[in-house]
């Protein structure tokens, strides 16, 4: 199925209906469906093809999304660019892809400019208003029929190329096909009915796996998508209150910003249902007061993914966030809290030892899935083709424990371990005791060289607002809790 069909399929049935918000600007199905067709119309004039790569330096907007879904109608290859990377990545991640046409938002024509002579690129085609050496996107789609029939591609074509950072000296680029995306969307979402499905607010980037998947999957169930450019807490809180938005995806820092915004309380948030959380790990004291803070009404989902994986791979339901109860379900579910839930029904999860063996329940062990939508590979020169170990396993890096009721819980990078006289020290099990200290802010754990141990154990913490910390007290509490 080629992920065009997430909007052709839903614009056929139902025109009518308002799907996209940018800004001033809404579109319905058919009017988001035609720009999607003169945009891949116009990108054919320039020569993109069924295999071709297609770059876009920009951040959120519509023409963002109609790009993608264009590239994708054409049978071509997709690379979203990560707008934060530095000049040398930049020439990288553009160069080594073989890109044939680069879309430049306008904050990004200077720089741009000054990379043209090392970039292999044969179009440059402006998002904003007209530049030298450059055509512009609006003039194109102006001139551009309207007609135009998706291709036929198969299910292993790859649509996206996504760059992500790694253990290389260069970003990976993880190549995703249509069946990835269509397996992931259709196994979450209904196709749209008409019916209101609710309003999806898009405020991480579209370089990130979950901007794409909450963009395929907001459109292919007939969720409203209102894109904010780049996520600011005024703004997002205002949307919310604004579109009446419903459901919403954030990263940690994100959450953070929102509960501490000195207006938080002035907006009304009450028509929204689902927050998810993902991307980094939730700092504990974050999330609690997040629980406390937003309406009781919201269902908080921490949703553990990797873009190898088209995105989410656990979940941490609703319900696990709800702190009510009886004081021992009410303590069991603040220990769930520091977990990333459990599998989704598509996924399988091991916990394995340096041989690839099972480890025992609750052992610390890194943690290898499977799923039918893992990346097709690696693009190459970024390490291997293919990290996959026999059966098809992708080992994550994340090291981890699984508990009696298959709840996993994350205990850091498996490059971060540290090793002190022979031992594995997970340091993301001692920044989760640290952070349910009732004076601590914020913490980081770090192994630092020691002659007599190899290594040996340094935390970094910040006190709350007030409160004043004094190293032997952490050491003690610590030492009580991790002994």
């Known amino acids: 199925m080629n992920t065009a069909n997430f909007v052709s399929i839903p614009a056929q049935l139902f025109p009518e209906q308002e799907i996209l918000v940018f800004e001033s600007t809404r579109w319905t199905y058919g009017q988001l469906w035609e720009r999607i067709c003169k945009t891949a119309n116009a990108l054919r004039a320039l020569g993109v093809g069924r295999g071709e790569k297609v770059a876009v330096l920009d951040t959120n907007s519509h023409r963002y999304v109609e790009g993608y879904f264009a590239s994708a109608a054409l049978g071509a290859v997709f690379l979203p660019v990560n707008y934060r990377a530095k000049p040398p990545e930049l020439e990288y991640m553009i160069g080594s892809a073989g890109t044939k046409v680069l879309l430049v938002g306008e ?70 096909s249509h069946g990835d995306f269509t397996a992931y969307v259709c196994n979450n979402v209904e196709l749209a009915d008409g019916t209101p499905r609710g309003v999806a607010l898009l405020c991480v980037p579209l370089y990130h796996i979950a901007g794409v998947t909450n963009v395929m999957t907001s459109l292919f169930t007939g969720r409203k998508l209102v894109i904010l450019r780049q996520f600011e807490a005024r703004q997002w809180l205002e949307a919310v209150e604004r579109e009446q938005v419903t459901h919403a995806f954030v990263v940690p820092t994100m959450v953070k910003q929102l509960i501490d915004h000195p207006d938080f309380h002035r907006y009304d948030l009450s028509s929204l249902q689902n927050l998810s959380y993902g991307g980094a790990a939730m700092p504990f004291p974050v999330i609690r007061r997040a629980i406390e803070m937003f309406p009781k009404s919201v269902g908080f989902v921490n949703a553990f993914g990797q873009t190898e994986t088209t995105s989410t791979l656990t979940i941490l339901g609703p319900e696990d966030h709800r702190l009510d109860g009886s004081p021992e379900e009410v ?92 031992e594995n020290i997970a340091p993301a099990e001692v920044e989760a005791v640290l952070f349910s200290h009732p004076k601590v802010e914020e913490a980081a754990v770090v192994g630092i060289p020691d002659l007599e141990w190899g290594q040996r154990v340094a935390a970094f913490v910040v006190p709350r607002p007030g409160e004043k910390i004094h190293p032997p007290e952490i050491t003690e509490y610590s030492r009580q809790r991790l002994d």
């Open 107 to 176: 904050r990004y024509v200077p720089l741009v400019e000054s990379l043209r002579s090392h970039l292999p690129v044969e179009r440059y085609v402006a998002l904003g208003g007209e530049h030298p050496g450059m055509v512009s996107l609006e003039s194109l789609v102006r001139e551009a029929g309207s007609e135009f029939a998706e291709e036929d591609v198969d299910d292993d074509e790859t649509t996206i190329w996504m760059y992500t950072s790694g253990t290389t000296a260069q970003p990976k680029g993880v190549l995703l």
């Open 331 to 422: 303590e069991r579910k603040l220990r769930r809290l520091r977990s990333i839930g459990r599998p989704l029904p598509d996924v399988e999860v091991r916990v394995v030892d340096e041989s690839g063996r099972d480890v025992a329940q609750g052992t610390v062990g890194e943690i290898w899935v499977r799923t039918p939508r893992l990346m097709k590979g690696y693009a190459s020169g970024a390490e291997a083709a293919t990290p996959l170990q026999p059966g098809g396993w992708l080992p994550t890096r994340d090291m981890g424990w699984v508990d009696a009721d298959g709840y996993i819980f994350l205990a850091g990078r498996k490059d971060d371990m540290i090793i002190r006289g022979g």
